[in-house]
């Protein structure tokens, strides 16, 4: 879980608040999973309430939900069709899709690792912000850091 860093909640101490990344880039990587079939039918780029955007996307007869952290570039794809099982991809499936998915400058995150538990390590790299926020909401596992609605 070296990925988690100062920030990643969208907390802050103040002047130490990371500056949102440019949701346009991610683009580019939601349309490198299949351009051919893949079309964008939503996009939530609002960060009020929460630190992640998200797209919502038609890939062949199935819809799928991109996210991406805000503030690191850390990204996520969900199922939301009720043809196919919901939830988010596994890592083989998440392997089928991408040969390399750091190659395009993404860490992303298979269904395994966002169950992953939190521990005091990890919780250990967050600010005083970011841990009044988390006593408050109580995240549980990675996907409740890194994709949050914590107003």
Do not use: C
């Amino acid at each position: 879980m070296d990925y988690i860093k100062r920030g990643i909640t969208g907390f802050a101490d103040p002047g130490q608040r990371l500056t949102p990344l440019h949701a346009n880039s991610f683009l580019s990587f939601v349309h490198g999973t299949d351009p051919g079939q893949l079309v964008l039918t939503w996009e939530d780029i609002d960060l009020t309430g929460k630190n992640y955007y998200w797209f919502l996307v038609r890939y062949g007869e199935e819809e799928w939900s991109f996210f991406l952290n805000a503030y690191y570039p850390i990204a996520a794809i969900r199922r939301e069709s009720p043809k196919s099982h919901f939830g988010y991809l596994t890592q083989a499936e998440l392997d089928s899709l991408y040969r390399d998915p750091n190659a395009l400058g993404y860490t992303l995150l298979s269904h395994e690792m966002l169950e992953e538990h939190l521990t005091q390590e990890v919780m250990s790299r967050l600010d005083a912000a970011e841990l009044k926020q988390a006593r408050y909401w109580q995240p549980r596992s990675v996907e409740d850091l890194v994709f949050n609605n914590w107003d």
